[in-house]
C-alpha cells in the first residue's frame, strides 16, 4: 500500500487545514455558553464526511447534543465497520498554563498543539481521512458507518437512547475506535482493556453561616477540615479502598496476562522524572502498570469552599465541597458502586455536619478479547505500518459508552489508538505528532483489508 503514503504526502497540508476546521470550533460539552459550538462542530463534521465519500451524512438531534451519522454502504452482502469518536473536548482551564491558544490550532516541532488534537478530533479526523483514502483509490473493501458524537467527556448520558433508538441504523460487524494511546512512538499497542468509571460531587455542611474563625474556630466544626479527614479515610495504609465490599466483584487477571502485560516496556525512573515525582505511590502488590490497568484506584479531582480569593480572610466556612471520582475494573457494576460510595460516604459522617453525595456520571469497564478477528485484523495491520507486533494493553482510562455499545447493539469495539502518553490530554498544552497522525491515517486502511479479509 505504498500509494497511501503517497496520497498522505501529497494531501497533508489540506488534511491539517481540515482538522483545524474542526479545532477551531470550541466544543466544550461541559460548559453551556459553548452549546451553539456543539451544534456547529456537528454541521462541519457532516459537511466533512460527505467530502470525503459518504453516501449519507447527517445531523441527528438526541436529548442532548447531536451526533453526526455518516454511511458508505457498497454491499449489503459485505462485512460492516462502524467507526465510533466524539467532537466534544474538555474545558481549558487554567488558561494561563497554555503557552498557545488552545482554539488556535499551531505545528511546530512536529507537533499539532490545540485542544482537541488528539482527544478525539485528531484521532476521529484520521478514520475519515482514511475513508477518504480508500474510497478515492477504489479500495474501500467493505461497508462504513460513522457515529460521532458530542458528550464522551461528560459521560455520554444522550448516546445510551440514541443507541436504543437506532439499533438497525447502526447495526455493524465491529465497532472501529481511535480514543486511545500506544505505549510509545516506536512500539505500538492496541487498548484490549478500559477501566470504568463513577463520578460524584460532595457537599459538607457546618454551621448555617460563614463564622469568624476567631470567635468561633475550636468550637464550631470546620466542613473543610472534616472533608479531607473523610477523603483521607477512603484509603488504609496499604493503598487500599476501604469502602464496604468494593472489591467483591473485582475480575482477577490470571498470572499468564500478567506476565504478558509485563512485556511492554516500561521505565519506572523516566516516567517520574516525565511526571516530576520522586515517588510513585499506589496499591500494595501490584506494578505501576497494573495498578493504571488491572487494579480500581478512587481519587479527589477537586476540592473547594471558604476564601480562596486574593488576600486574607479569616473565616470558618459553612459549606466544603469535592469532585471524587473512581475507575473501576472488568466485572464491577458502576451503579453498585455509586451506591455503595454514596451510602458509606453520607453514613460517615460525623453528627457535627451533614453531608450530601450527588451522583454525576459513569460507566462500565469494558475487555477485548485477543482472540476477536477484528482485534487479529488491528494486529496485523499495525505490524505492517510499524515493522513489529503491537502489544496488548489495559488502559487506565475509560470510554463507558464502549461498554455500552456491547450491551445495547450486541457489537464488540476495537480501540485502536494512535496517541501518546506525553500528548496531555485533558490538560494544557493538548498535543499530537504529526508523524502519529500520519500513521495512522496510513495504518487504518490496512485493518479494513484484513478485517473485510
Not at 473536548?89 to 511546530?108: D, G, H, I, N, Y
Not at 455520554?156 to 439499533?167: A, T, V
Not at 499468564?256 to 516525565?274: C, G, H, I, N, S
Not at 451503579?335 to 453525595?357: G, H, L, N, W
Request: net charge negative; aromatic share 10%; proline share 5%.
Amino acid at each position: 500500500m505504498d500509494k497511501i503514503k503517497q496520497y498522505i504526502e501529497q494531501n497533508k497540508d489540506r488534511f491539517l487545514e481540515e482538522l483545524f476546521t474542526l479545532i477551531r470550533i470550541p466544543s466544550i460539552s461541559s460548559e453551556q455558553e459553548h452549546k451553539g459550538d456543539m451544534v456547529r462542530c456537528a454541521e462541519r463534521w457532516r459537511e466533512l464526511l460527505l467530502e470525503a465519500g459518504a453516501d449519507r451524512a447527517e445531523v441527528m438531534s438526541t436529548e442532548g447534543n447531536p451526533v453526526v451519522y455518516g454511511e458508505k454502504i457498497i454491499d449489503a452482502t459485505k462485512p460492516t465497520v462502524l467507526v465510533y469518536g466524539h467532537y466534544d473536548v474538555m474545558p481549558v482551564a487554567p488558561l494561563e498554563l497554555w503557552r498557545t491558544s488552545p482554539f488556535e490550532p499551531v505545528v511546530k516541532d512536529g507537533y499539532i498543539w490545540a485542544r482537541g488534537a488528539d482527544d478525539d478530533k485528531g484521532q476521529s479526523f484520521m478514520q475519515a481521512k482514511a475513508f477518504e483514502y480508500m474510497v478515492r483509490s477504489g479500495e474501500l473493501p467493505c461497508n462504513v458507518k460513522f457515529m460521532l458524537e458530542g458528550e464522551e467527556e461528560i459521560g455520554s448520558p444522550s448516546l445510551y437512547g440514541f443507541c436504543e433508538q437506532n439499533k438497525e441504523l447502526l447495526k455493524a460487524d465491529i465497532i472501529l475506535v481511535s480514543d486511545t494511546s500506544m505505549l510509545a512512538a516506536d512500539t505500538p499497542s492496541i487498548t484490549s482493556g478500559l477501566r470504568g468509571l463513577c463520578y460524584w460531587e460532595v457537599e459538607v455542611t457546618g454551621a448555617n453561616h460563614d463564622l469568624h474563625s476567631g470567635i468561633y474556630g475550636g468550637a464550631v466544626a470546620n466542613p473543610i477540615n472534616v472533608l479531607c479527614k473523610m477523603i483521607a479515610d477512603l484509603h488504609d495504609e496499604h493503598g487500599h479502598i476501604t469502602i464496604p465490599h468494593f472489591y467483591d466483584d473485582v475480575l482477577v487477571i490470571s498470572d499468564e496476562e500478567r506476565a504478558l502485560m509485563a512485556q511492554a516496556p516500561f521505565d519506572e525512573d523516566a516516567y517520574k522524572r516525565e511526571l516530576g515525582v520522586r515517588a510513585l505511590k499506589g496499591e500494595e502488590g501490584y506494578t505501576t502498570k497494573e495498578r493504571t490497568g488491572i487494579r480500581p484506584c478512587l481519587d479527589v479531582c477537586g476540592i473547594w469552599g471558604g476564601h480562596t480569593g486574593e488576600g486574607s480572610k479569616t473565616v470558618l466556612p459553612s459549606k466544603a465541597y469535592a469532585k471524587i471520582s473512581t475507575r473501576l475494573v472488568a466485572n464491577q457494576d458502576f451503579e453498585k458502586i455509586s451506591r455503595q460510595f454514596q451510602e458509606y460516604f453520607e453514613a460517615a459522617a460525623p453528627d457535627y455536619v451533614t453531608v450530601k453525595v450527588t451522583p454525576c456520571h459513569g460507566g462500565a469497564a469494558y475487555v477485548s478479547p485477543l482472540e476477536l478477528k477484528a482485534y487479529r485484523a488491528a494486529e496485523k495491520a499495525m505490524t505492517d505500518t510499524y515493522g513489529c507486533r503491537p502489544i496488548p494493553t489495559r488502559s487506565g482510562g475509560s470510554i463507558p459508552i464502549v461498554a455500552g455499545f456491547e450491551k445495547i447493539l450486541g457489537t464488540k469495539s476495537i480501540l485502536m489508538g494512535f496517541g501518546l502518553a506525553s500528548d496531555d490530554i485533558h490538560a494544557p498544552n493538548e498535543n499530537y505528532p504529526l508523524q502519529q497522525f500520519f500513521r495512522g491515517i496510513e495504518t487504518i486502511p490496512y485493518f479494513y483489508k484484513y478485517f473485510a479479509e
